[in-house]
């Protein structure tokens, strides 16, 4: 089929319009839809990859948090010693010397006679001195003294949002020494 005049000179002021675009570094026409299509597509990724950013940091968040398990788990029956083994069988000892500000769990079989004390105590360490370590002991909200060669098996770190949980966790096992 012929073309209309008016459908070429159509055509041709399109292709002189784009010509003059092209010179001053302009795209054409039909660049422009799909460059703002691309925009569009770009800016509703952006949202979604903020959205899967969000979703990646808190998982991230929960996979630090190795103990957020255990008070998930609980039912309210568990004995002090068995949520004592579920927590230090989620982390990882950090050996027998600890660093003034951090927080740790361990057991711990105390020596002095009739003394009462917290088999599995949760401390925010103070002071470290050459006979062992101060801390606050967060199940009985004060400050106790702990011998190195009384410490079970070792010391074992957790973060501040570990402490949080393992606050809602009734592990603390006071006994008293005879």
Do not use: C
Not at 14 to 34: C, L, Y
Not at 90 to 99: D, E, M, Y
Not at 138 to 152: K, Q, S
């Amino acid at each position: 089929m012929a073309e209309s005049l008016s459908e070429r000179m159509a055509a041709a002021a399109k292709r002189n319009k784009d010509a003059i675009k092209n010179k001053r570094g302009i795209a054409p026409e039909k660049n422009t839809k799909s460059t703002l299509t691309t925009r569009t597509k770009v800016k509703k990724q952006e949202g979604s990859f903020v959205t899967r950013q969000k979703e990646k940091l808190r998982q991230e968040r929960e996979s630090r948090n190795r103990v957020s398990h255990i008070l998930n788990d609980l039912i309210g029956t568990e004995h002090p010693d068995d949520l004592m083994y579920k927590i230090i069988g989620s982390l990882s000892s950090s050996g027998r010397t600890p660093q003034e500000g951090k927080y740790y769990v361990f057991i711990y079989n105390a020596k002095t006679p009739n003394l009462r004390y917290d088999q599995h105590p949760m401390v925010a360490v103070t002071d470290v001195f050459e006979w062992g370590f101060r801390g606050i002991n967060f199940h009985w909200n004060t400050y106790r003294n702990y011998t190195w060669n009384e410490i079970v098996d070792g010391l074992y770190e957790i973060t501040h949002s570990e402490l949080t949980d393992l606050d809602g966790v009734p592990f603390a096992r006071f006994r008293m020494n005879v």
